[in-house]
């Protein structure tokens, strides 16, 4: 098992008090194991220390802000510095970015993201990684699949609240197409603007009920994209 990850903010390299070596000691208790640590987390080093693991064995990465190519943005800019020096620094950090995270992926088998608190970024552990990693060697950890049941569990309750709502409008619509006034006058507008506003609010709620289809939808294909789901939840 080879566990990356990250602690802080790192904005210039290294820096001790960010150390992942600092809970080697405490993931060791955790895991009932002896946790191995590599005080890097791309090269040779971290390469020979995963090519001498055996079965069983847990061997963690050292921080992995540690570099720029993690998050994808350029460090050490000049205040002042240009818009072409801006746009060149971006560039460099997105080219060596692909290969830091092709050596990341390099170094496993199977990707397991159970880093919630972050799979909203765009970082090379937290996205970039699964591209390397066919569908059924791509998957949620527990506490994302907890996460993610949530979600579709609230969802699902929102859409099944606006079916019973949208119900209820067309029920009091089709009250109300009961009662029109025969003629023209005071009543008769009253009449029509409730009308009008019934439409509208119907329409209303089957346009929000359509879009958290397709938020839940979008959710389904983010599961169907990493794959194997079920098989750790």
């Known amino acids: 098992l080879i566990i990356g990850s990250h602690l802080g903010r790192p904005k210039k390299g290294p820096e001790d008090k960010f150390s992942l070596r600092h809970i080697v000691a405490h993931l060791s208790e955790l895991l009932g194991t002896e946790v191995k640590f590599v005080d890097e987390c791309v090269g040779d080093k971290v390469k020979a220390a995963v090519a001498a693991l055996k079965p069983g064995e847990v061997l963690l990465l050292e921080n992995l802000r540690f570099h720029a190519e993690e998050e994808g943005k350029p460090r050490g800019l000049a ?3 240009s818009d072409e ?3 060149a620094a971006k560039k460099a950090i997105k080219a060596s970015q692909k290969e830091f995270t092709k050596e990341l992926a ?3 088998d199977v990707y397991v993201n159970d880093a919630f608190g972050t799979a909203h970024r765009a970082h090379a552990s937290t996205a970039l990684m699964a591209e390397y990693f066919s569908p059924e060697n ?3 950890g527990y506490l994302m699949g907890k996460e993610v049941a949530a979600v579709d569990k609230v969802m699902k309750e929102m859409v099944s609240t606006f079916d019973e709502l949208i119900k209820a409008l067309e029920r009091r619509q089709e009250r109300l197409e009961e009662i029109e006034p025969d003629s023209e006058g005071e009543t008769h ?3 029509e603007d409730s009308s009008s506003e019934l439409d509208d609010l119907i329409q209303e709620a089957e346009e929000f009920k ?3 289809n397709e938020m839940k939808r979008q959710i389904d294909d983010y599961q169907f994209e990493y ?3 079920k098989r750790l939840v």
Do not use: C, S, V
């Open 227 to 229: 794959g194997g789901l």
């Open 210 to 212: 359509d879009n958290l």
């Open 79 to 81: 205040e002042d510095a």
């Open 189 to 191: 507008d009253k009449w």
């Open 85 to 87: 020096e801006k746009a």
């Open 106 to 108: 390099d170094l496993a």
């Open 138 to 140: 791509k998957m949620f």
